[in-house]
């Protein structure tokens, strides 16, 4: 398996632009992550979804950011309008959990996406 | 909601062992987890421990779980200057409801000179 696939590895553009971060989980993950990592925040976990539905959005900043997952092989996060203070590290991550599985939930990590809002 | 603390930093000799600690508040998390994340990549699983073991030893790994005082730690023994990276101490909240949400701390930047 190729493991969870993020484009682009790096953006920049200006403020004001709008910004689609994409992520292709592993095959066979029911479980998809998106995390923001910055110097002063740290890991910030933004929204979650299980088996396509949005489990958790409470860490997404504020309107302008937007998260979708259609199906199970594919989700985007997008930022409009952007802003400097969105400059930061995107990873997603995905694993697979259920309520019943009682197994370690192993998450594995996209390479990232670092965007530079100007 | 879940909060997990560990230090920023920590610097060791080339060879020395290096123990990075975290605490954490859930009682009720099942499993706990250490992540590393060398430059420029995402997190990679390094190790686990489930909550009712006190060790778990893997080659140079040792981690060591103190669960009455909600207290994890990552020994690496003989530690080598590619162990330089940070290190993120993580717990999952309650399966049944969380889904697999894992709770990460801020990391520890580990730097080993040599």
């Known amino acids: 398996d190729a493991g969870v696939i993020q484009s682009p590895r790096h953006e920049v553009t200006e403020m004001g632009q709008e910004v689609t971060l994409r992520c292709k989980p592993i095959s066979g993950h029911n479980s998809l992550f998106w995390y923001r990592q910055t110097m002063m925040r740290g890991l910030e976990l933004l929204i979650y979804?299980?088996?396509?539905?949005?489990?958790?959005d409470s860490g997404m900043p504020e309107d302008r950011f937007s998260a979708k997952m259609p199906n199970a092989s594919f989700s985007t996060l997008k930022i409009q309008p952007s802003e400097p203070r969105d400059s930061a590290v995107y990873f997603c991550a995905s694993s697979r959990v259920d309520r019943s599985s009682t197994g370690a939930n192993v998450l594995t990590f996209g390479a990232g996406s670092r965007l530079t809002v100007l | 909601g879940e909060d997990v603390e560990q230090s920023l930093f920590l610097s060791v000799r080339e060879g020395d062992s290096s123990v990075i600690n975290c605490t954490y508040t859930d009682s009720s998390s099942t499993y706990l987890y250490w992540y590393k994340q060398e430059p420029g990549a995402g997190l990679q699983l390094l190790t686990y421990i489930f909550s009712n073991m006190d060790m778990k030893q893997d080659q140079r790994l040792t981690v060591l779980l103190n669960k009455k005082d909600k207290h994890l730690s990552l020994r690496i023994a003989d530690t080598q200057t590619g162990d330089s990276a940070i290190y993120f101490c993580?717990?999952?909240?309650?399966?049944?409801?969380?889904?697999?949400?894992?709770?990460f701390g801020r990391g520890t930047q580990l730097t080993v000179w040599p």
């Open positions: 979804f299980n088996n396509n539905v949005p489990i958790d």
């Open positions: 993580a717990e999952e909240g309650e399966r049944g409801s969380t889904l697999g949400r894992l709770y």
